[in-house]
């Protein structure tokens, strides 16, 4: 019979030692926990990563044991119920042989969890997304100082004590302050060899070279290994930075018609796209604009909180969109990104405005804009109007969304990534 001998520092489980490794391996388990993980956030909510929980059935490994060895006849009893090929149901309730044991005070070993660090979390949800090719490239030069190094100081903060540096900085003075008494020894140490060589070592002449040698030591020796005067301290200094920057409109109807199931989808859309903006831009900022007859700009906990009654006119809040485009956000300037959440209600006279709105103003200052239209069975009269746009613009897209679980598909269909011609 064969026997295995692991040597190995590590037990079982070994996967969980390499992070990387541990990541790809239970890949398809994190990817649920993250698409889960956005409900309770807000939109601009990046300072943490997620704990994600993994059932600790998934995590065992297959490894070598010792077997019962030789050969065994087994008998098992018959029945009237089953035959060759049955399979055995589960037991109700999720009883059955060979579960283990709760633990007296109800806690077990039920589920590894571990945290997904802001990157981390990001990567997986944007994984094999793009932003379309039309994005700008542009960097601009706004009021942002970045702290870079720029060189050495002789006096700074300990902490930003450079040790390689000041080292070098003391052996550059030790053999500067020393060059001399060296040479000067070297030569008396060279004329008392040749005074010894002739039988003069004795005389008074060497001795005067024996005390110059000794006192040429002592300086040298002198010299300190470091001083003060070596020490330099790394510096940085202010140095404006270019970066790219964007903008991201949020338009989302408020009218009688949007429920609150509504609104939590629109939320969740609009989170992930911001989300997915962040890995391109270091400055995004959020313009959140509701309406139902009346459009009005309104900060995040007003617009996703908020309710109104009446009808829906769709063109206010692409006219008001429009409006704060032109007065703070030049095109020429930024990237701007628009994502409009809406069940397709509105007003039938309107619909044709908001094409031509769109068509003619908004998709040329813009570098994409996107309409989901949330829990209509029916594509409403919105939906046909956007229809028209879409087939003139490629900085426009569309799709509808019926669930929770649409959200992510759908997404993911808006901003897939462009196979290269």
Known sequence: MSQFVDRRLSGKNRSAVNRQRFLRRFKGQIRKAVSKAIAGRKVADLERGESVSIPSKDMKEPFFHHGPGGRRSIVNPGNREFVTGD?????????GGGGGQASPDGEGMDEFTFELTREEFMDYFFEDLALPDLVKKQLLAIPEVKKVRSGFVSQGNPSNLHVVRSMKQAIGRRLAMGA????????????????????EGDGSEAEELREQIEALKARIAAVPFIDTWDLRYANRSDQPQPTSRAVMFCLMDVSGSMDESRKDIAKRFFMLLYLFLTRSYEHIDLVFIRHHTVAKEVDEEDFFNSRETGGTVVSSALDLMNEIIRERYPSQGWNIYAAQASDGDNWDDDSPYCRELLVNQILPL??????????ARDPQGLWHAYEQVSA????????????????????????KRKASA
Do not use: N
């Open 392 to 415: 003139a613009s490629r900085r426009f897209a569309m799709q509808r969304i019926l669930t929770l679980e649409d959200i992510y598909p759908v997404f993911r269909e808006l901003f």
């Open 180 to 199: 001399g008494p060296r040479e000067a020894l070297r030569e008396a140490e060279a004329a008392l060899a040749e005074l010894e060589a002739r039988g």
């Open 87 to 95: 399979r055995v149901d589960r037991p109700p309730g999720g009883q």
């Open 366 to 375: 813009v570098q994409y804009y996107a309409y989901v239209e949330i829990a």
